[in-house]
């Protein structure tokens, strides 16, 4: 089972992109950073107990199935769209979505665009091996509209050939494109066009059939959902840990039940998952959050108390 | 000379071909030949190109293979069995036109490798009986040289000390001075009267009939794949009796 | 003499399989056809196992489907309902396209500087040196980037045409460089445009027939006509005169900018552009060696015998070096050739939608067939290479010299 | 008979002339210039074209290179350091040098051990490339280079290597004691003694004894993953290429066609499919469970791809050898392993070598393929992290201008040696 | 033979040579030549090999220019000029050491090929010259083979025929037989024989003493660029004047 070999290899093997900034990144030093590798880095303090004990396998649109599939990678955690047939036929499992998304436009604010519906005749820069090039069909053929797509292997050559005029438009998944925005000379000069033409459930996938593996991926997704709902934070998380009076605060932290065991980890699993890079708030204001480069707000990724998406099932 | 030769051949056989037949493809290169080369013989292999001397040859050494008729050697039977085509191939050294020298080899390691690798002598006694033979051919000085560094004649002289070291019971001999300038023909000559002298089995295709006259104990005359006469060589060239035979002849020794 | 038989028909032992020329052969053959059956059961037991646990299985049903995504270059009808089928069809023209294009390029390039490395000319001669080792000796994905980069990075963006003031012009009106691509003025076929077609189609035919007669006639008579100036003059005039006479049937539609991007007229796609001159560029540089290779090949003999039998330089490159170098040249030409054809799979470093970048790309990601589409990738350069590998055949067992 | 000049027939020399310098036009710099440079009206309208050429060429480059900026956080300190004015952004060279070489994940402080390696090619490969120079001798550190290459660039135990090495002598001697007898025997009984050596010394614990720090394959990157990729596989593929060719030239059909479908296969299809396949295929074909690094799945690929090429080149230089040769090698009763290896592969590979080394450089150009499968090789390096991060988004020429150079020293270096040993070969007479 | 032949010198000029001198780089070829070769002679140069034999005759042909100097073929004068040049290689026939046949060319074409382009004869006419010229040399069955299919003898004789069809008047040979087999070298010492029989200028680089003594009226000694002696070939061999001159003919005739 992929529980026994993760901690027999001491190590779990994560596939991320080859880098997109804020999500999956190296930085100067070659250390990934990011909202997807803290999810990775989240899984690998819940069942190894060390949030740095993961080996970061960088991959393209087109590797990153075969990736998983063939054992190559525990799990993926690079902006993968939910969709029916990657679940059903391609054989894999969701195990949630970290981030709701959706495909978007950028142009240069020089070209005074202010809808995509005015995008007829456009040249399209996409990523390819996404959904985004299929999004991109269908918005284009429903609206009568025709466009001439430039397919690009990576988001640092898009992100190239758009800068350099070689197309009016880059379209990808609405945060892909905030973080691209950011890494800009002059994010200014360029605007991300209102028009959301997708739904993107983004969410880290495992192999179908390990259900176990599977359950331990979801919830400690789901752990770091609910810590943000109830509040515990990297920071109290230690301290709440000595026991509160909210049962199921006590149960995620291990103090109250046997939920870990049930997972086939220790009581202390989740705790340390919180640990390693703190609940989804605190992940996502540090990585692609308002007050860093990328600035994305909370909006349909906020809590369901909040009036967005996030709603972990209960642990109990 | 050739008197003197005459008396070592001894009764014991040391090739025996029994009706043999070889074709290429559908060419009948070989056509019923039988011959018996005793001990010590010395046989000239003769006859127009073409007539099948090199293959009759080569197929005693299990070089081309026949496809009917028996090719005993040494009283071993060459059939597809590899323990008996190395037997004969071991007991039967061959001197070829061209030397065949090894190029990368220097003249030593060219007459020390089979000894070694076949006979599976040591190489220190290998070395010793190669020097021997090196001075039988007179190029003892040569040992370390390359091939490529030898004239052709001393090549060739490589060559049959090359075989000798494999301490053969029999030599064949195809055409191994026709490669040569003819200077150097004398000195290959020599040497092989010098093995004939010695006794040993030989069987020799050449055109050189001084050679014939000189050492030979029998002149084969082959012609379309057929042995068409043999005989002593005073016999053979004084008195052919085959109408090729005296053509052949004619045309060989006006040249 | 002795009774003759042939060799006893020994009964068979177990040890003549390995003893007996005459099965050892088969021993040796058996034990690696089972190694290599073997070998093959392996990996295709451990692709079911594997599969099976993966819940997939092999089908080449996808190719029916429809496959949802655009094609920036399609060279057939082709829409993002068409099927993947026929998007790999359009990835594998497209293949065929830049193949082609580079190919031709290449030649030129390769035969021009080959020549240019012989030329007495000292600079000329470094220059080119220069050129053939600097494209030899760096990989030729790096050449593609930076040829791309220069496309993009270098060459206006079409906005850079707009406004009073413009940083960018086109040439002569008509021409824009842009680092989407080059827009050309595309032809538009009025009434009697046919007939003007025809004849210069026509007139093509004259050229080749001009000069077949003027070397019969040479051989005839031994007149010998000029051959440059009438072939050009047959080559142009016909058709202008026709295109005059019926008014100007074929005019021009240029490109405008319009929009985003230039509107009218035809596109040359960037990406395009850049692989086809990449390849072109880098294999040149390999066929101005084969070039100089089989022009030196030509032993200097054979020039000073034409000479000195009156031949003039140009008639003796003619009739006595070209066609004997040719047989050299010819065939590592063609496994160019082949290169250029295997090589035009990195298209995919410049966006460009070649058959690896359909069937193999986007197909492959949409699908997630990865070993039906990899197997059909590798089946196509198969194919094509054996034909090439076959056209090669043909040409050195058609162009053998006779010897002896 | 005309008598005008039967008289003046008979001539002697009575002093014999001495040699004369050669008329001014004849010699000099005039007769260079006007021979190389102006010898007819094309020639010297040439001249002037290429001069035009060599002008733009210099124009452009010179004030670019020379003006350039070798210190400078990013782009945009570079741009305004130029302050508009012509000239390169080098710092991106200074400041990003080890991600080039190195890849953005070998740790920084065991660079020397990657250099140290590379240095030591250069003595290990010296003397087979210049055998006449070198002492036969150092081979020996040739044959050690590999064991000693792994443990410099992959770190862990020395003993990892040493077991290594150690099961080859092992096998080695296993082989000697019984190739004299049977080249089959000795063969494989050299094989399964290294086997079982290393299968007994792989159950020791030897985990950390005398180790320097481990460096995982993926951690490989940059330029010295290029020449690791294309060292290796040459080397790897060189047996291969000799088995595929031994088999392709042999008379036993069978065999003969599953070398010539495999070459011919391996041949038509490019490259970079078969990185495909290494990337996104191969891992269906193993056992479940098993799990190769990619940077290994690559190099089975390459080394295949590599073994095909060399196989035809090692074809090549076996047709080249006269059939006398064979038949020589037969007459003195040798089989055909011994004479396989005494004698003809010893002058069919040496023919052999030019062709090899070129198909060295042409697949060392190839090894930057991999970066389309996501492998941070040079290439990789550039287009990915590096042009992507914020700061140097835009240095087109000085990365790639970098990465060709690279190339070109190494890959120029190579062919002009190939060239030389050419000439060798051809006025070797021995 | 020799007496027979000698008749058929007249007193035109057909090659001039005055005071010529030519260079490689540095190094000084031809010094001072100076040589008159009336039409209808017949010239055999000799001389120690490097002494500029063959730069002599090339330098006839323009194949290689002269620094200094006149020549003067048949009336006219060797220069720069393109036009002379090309006449002049129109008068003069060379036959070279290697044959240097077009292998991608017939028999019949390598000989067609100049009259048609240079000469502008119609191709018919061309070919019956030119089998005219091939029974000449004696070898019209050949004329659809390819050089490769030949012999050397035979393909120095398609040499020779190719440069007749050009209908030249002097012809030069620069060695011409010396990468023959001795028996083919008599097939086509015949054939010039034969031309020289029928009054043809001759200039000819050979080793072939007994060639020069039958057919030359002159004998040409070169060494080290000059020419060191020159008599009628009878003169030349029994009594030679010049110490070198002895020396090279004791070599040559002890050879
Ligand atoms: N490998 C072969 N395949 C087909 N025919 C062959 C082969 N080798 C030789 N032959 C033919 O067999 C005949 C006999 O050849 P062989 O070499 O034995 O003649 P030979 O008497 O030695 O002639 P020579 O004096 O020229 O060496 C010749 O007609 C030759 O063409
Ligand atoms: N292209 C050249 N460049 C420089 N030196 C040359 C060239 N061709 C010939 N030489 C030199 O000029 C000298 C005369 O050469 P030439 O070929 O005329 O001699 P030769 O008398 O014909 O000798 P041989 O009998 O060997 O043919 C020789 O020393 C030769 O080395
Ligand atoms: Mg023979
Ligand atoms: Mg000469």
Redesign the pocket.
């Known amino acids: 089972a992929t529980l026994d070999d993760v901690k027999a290899r001491g190590v779990l093997n994560c596939g991320v992109t080859t880098g997109l900034v804020g999500f999956a990144a190296p930085d100067a030093n070659g250390e990934w950073n990011g909202f997807d590798v803290g999810v990775c880095r989240a899984v690998a303090a819940a069942v190894l107990g060390d949030p740095t004990a993961v080996e970061f396998v960088p991959t393209t649109g087109k590797t990153r199935f075969t990736a998983l599939s063939s054992g190559e990678i525990d799990l993926l955690a690079r902006n993968t769209t939910w969709t029916f047939s990657r679940d059903v036929d391609l054989k894999f499992e969701f195990v949630g979505v970290n981030y709701y998304d959706g495909q978007g436009f950028m142009v240069p604010k020089a070209l005074g665009v202010s809808s995509a519906k005015e995008l007829s005749g456009a040249t399209v820069c996409i990523q390819t091996g996404t959904t985004t090039e299929l999004n991109l069909a269908d918005y284009f053929r429903k609206n009568n509209m025709d466009y001439q797509p430039v397919p690009i292997e990576t988001n640092a050559e898009a992100q190239q050939q758009y800068l350099a005029g070689a197309c009016d438009v880059y379209t990808t998944d609405a945060s892909g494109l905030a973080a691209t925005r950011a890494a800009f000379e002059n994010p200014g000069d360029h605007v991300v066009l209102p028009e959301i033409i997708s739904k993107e459930p983004l969410g880290p996938l495992v192999r179908h059939g390990d259900n176990d593996w599977g359950d331990i991926a979801r919830w400690t997704l789901n752990a770091l959902i609910a810590a943000e709902e109830y509040g515990i934070t990297s920071a109290n998380a230690e301290e709440m840990a000595q026991g509160t009076d909210s049962p199921e605060i006590n149960r995620i932290l291990g103090t109250e039940g046997n939920l870990g065991e049930m997972l086939g980890l220790d009581a202390d699993w989740a705790k340390r998952a919180i640990l390693a890079g703190g609940n989804y708030g605190e992940l996502f204001e540090k990585n692609i959050g308002e007050n860093t480069p990328i600035g994305l707000s909370r909006g349909l990724n906020a809590q369901w108390t909040d009036g967005g998406l996030l709603y972990s099932p209960p642990f109990r | 000379m050739a008197e003197a030769a005459q008396m070592q051949v001894s009764d014991e056989v040391a090739v025996q071909i029994e009706n043999m037949n070889k074709w290429?493809?559908t060419?009948h290169?070989l056509r019923d030949i039988d011959l018996t080369v005793y001990r010590g013989e010395r046989i000239v292999i003769a006859?127009p190109?073409?007539?099948?001397?090199?293959?009759?040859i080569r197929c005693i050494n299990a070089l081309e293979e026949h496809q009917k008729g028996r090719i005993t050697v040494d009283g071993t039977l060459l059939s597809s069995d590899l323990k008996n085509i190395d037997k004969i191939r071991s007991e039967v050294g061959m001197v070829f036109q061209h030397f065949n020298l090894f190029p990368h080899l220097t003249i030593l390691e060219n007459c020390t490798l089979a000894p070694i690798w076949v006979r599976k002598t040591p190489k220190r006694e290998a070395e010793e009986t190669a020097m021997h033979f090196l001075e039988k051919v007179k190029i003892p000085e040569q040992a370390d040289k390359y091939p490529g560094q030898l004239s052709g004649g001393q090549q060739q002289r490589v060559a049959i000390a090359r075989s000798l070291c494999m301490r053969p019971r029999i030599m064949l001999f195809d055409?191994p001075t026709s490669a040569l300038d003819p200077e150097m023909i004398k000195e290959v000559l020599d040497t092989m009267v010098e093995l004939a002298e010695e006794g040993m089995t030989m069987l020799c295709?050449t055109h050189e009939m001084g050679f014939a006259q000189a050492v030979a104990n029998r002149v084969i005359f082959?012609d379309a794949g057929q042995i068409v006469e043999q005989n002593e060589p005073k016999e053979f060239f004084n008195n052919p009796k085959h109408e090729r035979t005296k053509l052949f002849l004619s045309q060989i020794l006006g040249h | 003499m002795t009774t003759l038989s042939d060799p006893p028909r020994e009964s068979f032992r177990l040890s003549m399989l390995i003893n007996d020329t005459r099965y050892r052969a088969y021993t040796f053959q058996f034990i690696a056809l089972m190694l290599v059956l073997a070998l093959f059961a392996y990996l295709g037991s451990n692709l079911v196992a594997n599969l099976r646990a993966a819940g997939l299985n092999i089908s080449y049903e996808f190719l029916g489907e429809s496959s949802n995504y655009d094609i920036n270059q399609t060279l057939i009808d082709y829409t993002s309902q068409s099927s993947h089928l026929r998007a790999s069809i359009v990835g594998v023209l497209n293949t065929l396209l830049v193949a082609f294009l580079a190919c031709v390029t290449a030649t030129i390039i390769g035969v021009i500087a080959g020549v240019a490395r012989l030329s007495p000319n000292w600079l000329v001669r470094k220059l080119m040196a220069g050129y053939v080792e600097a494209f030899r000796n760096v990989p030729v994905l790096i050449w593609i980037i930076i040829i791309f980069t220069i496309m993009t990075a270098v060459l206006p963006a079409p906005s850079a045409f707009r406004g009073e003031d413009p940083d960018a012009s086109m040439l002569f009106g008509a021409v824009a460089f842009t680092n989407r691509g080059l827009y050309l003025p595309a032809p538009i076929w009025g009434p009697g445009s046919l007939v003007v077609v025809l004849v210069f189609i026509a007139s093509i035919v004259g050229v080749f027939a001009y000069r077949r007669y003027a070397t019969k006639l040479l051989y005839d008579t031994g007149k010998l006509l000029p051959m440059g100036w009438p072939s050009l003059a047959i080559f142009i005039l016909p058709t202008l005169l026709v295109y005059f006479l019926l008014g100007r049937p074929i005019t021009l539609e240029y490109p405008e900018l319009a929009g985003f991007n230039f509107q009218g007229g035809t596109q040359i796609l960037g990406s395009l552009i850049a692989l086809w001159w990449a390849l072109a560029i880098y294999t040149g540089a390999f066929i101005a060696e084969n070039v100089r290779a089989g022009i030196q090949a030509v032993s200097k003999g054979q020039t000073e015998a034409a000479a000195s039998l009156g031949l003039r330089p140009k008639r003796i490159m003619n009739l006595v070096v070209l066609p004997q170098a040719l047989r050299v040249i010819i065939p590592p030409l063609i496994s160019n050739y082949l290169n250029i054809t295997k090589n035009s799979s990195l298209a995919i470093a410049v966006g460009y939608m070649d058959v690896t970048g359909t069937l193999g790309g986007i197909t492959l990601n949409q699908t997630g067939r990865a070993i039906e589409a990899i197997l059909l990738l590798m089946l196509f350069y198969l194919l094509i290479s054996l034909a090439i590998s076959a056209l090669m055949n043909v040409y050195n067992n058609a162009m053998r010299l006779k010897e002896r | 008979m005309s008598d005008t000049h039967q008289q003046s027939i008979g001539y002697v020399r009575d002093s014999m002339l001495p040699q004369a310098t050669p008329p001014a036009s004849e010699t000099g710099a005039v007769k260079w210039v006007r021979q190389n440079l102006f010898l007819n009206i094309p020639n010297s309208i040439l001249t002037l074209v290429a001069i035009f050429v060599l002008y733009k060429l210099l124009a452009g480059f010179l004030p670019w290179f020379l003006n350039g900026v070798w210190d400078a956080p990013s782009i945009r300190a570079c741009r305004e350091v130029l302050d508009g004015d012509a000239g390169g952004c080098f710092a991106v060279l200074t400041e990003r040098w080890n991600q080039l070489l190195f890849g953005f994940k070998y740790p920084s402080e065991l660079y020397w051990r990657p250099t140290l390696a590379f240095v030591l090619l250069f003595v290990a490969i010296a003397p087979v490339l210049f055998r006449k120079v070198f002492p036969a001798q150092m081979l020996i550190f040739t044959a050690l280079y590999p064991f000693i290459a792994y443990f410099l660039i992959w770190g862990g135990s020395i003993l990892i290597p040493i077991f290594a090495l150690l099961g080859f002598v092992a096998g080695y001697l296993v082989y000697s004691r019984f190739v004299t007898q049977s080249f089959a025997m000795g063969f494989f009984g050299g094989i399964v003694a290294a086997f079982v050596f290393w299968w007994i010394t792989g159950l020791l614990p030897i985990e950390g004894i005398l180790a320097l720090e481990p460096v995982a394959s993926r951690d490989m990157g940059g330029f010295m993953l290029n020449l690791i990729l294309g060292t290796v596989c040459v080397s790897l593929s060189i047996p291969f290429g000799i088995a595929l060719a031994l088999g392709r030239q042999s008379d036993m059909p069978i065999i003969k066609w599953i070398c010539v479908v495999f070459i011919e296969f391996i041949r038509g299809v490019p490259l970079i499919t078969l990185l495909f396949v290494a990337n996104v295929v191969l891992a269906y074909f193993l056992p479940p469970g098993t799990n190769f690094d990619l940077i290994l799945r690559v190099i089975i690929m390459i080394t295949m791809f590599a073994s095909a090429y060399i196989a035809e080149v090692i074809r090549g230089g076996l047709a080249a050898l006269p059939r006398g040769q064979y038949e020589g090698a037969e007459s003195l009763g040798l089989d055909y392993a011994q004479s396989m290896r005494l004698i003809i592969l010893p002058q069919a590979l040496k023919i052999s070598i030019p062709g090899i080394v070129n198909v060295a450089v042409g697949l060392f150009k190839d090894t930057t393929l991999v970066s389309v499968i996501s492998m941070f090789d040079l290439v990789g390096m550039i287009r990915g992290p590096i042009l992507a991060s914020t700061e140097w988004n835009g240095v087109y020429w000085e990365l790639l201008g970098f990465a060709a150079l690279l190339f070109f020293v190494v890959c120029y270096g190579i062919s002009q040696y190939s060239q030389w040993l050419e000439r060798q070969l051809q006025t070797d007479h021995r």
């Open positions: 290429y493809g060419f290169v006859g190109s073409g007539s099948g001397k090199s293959t009759l055409e295709v082959m």
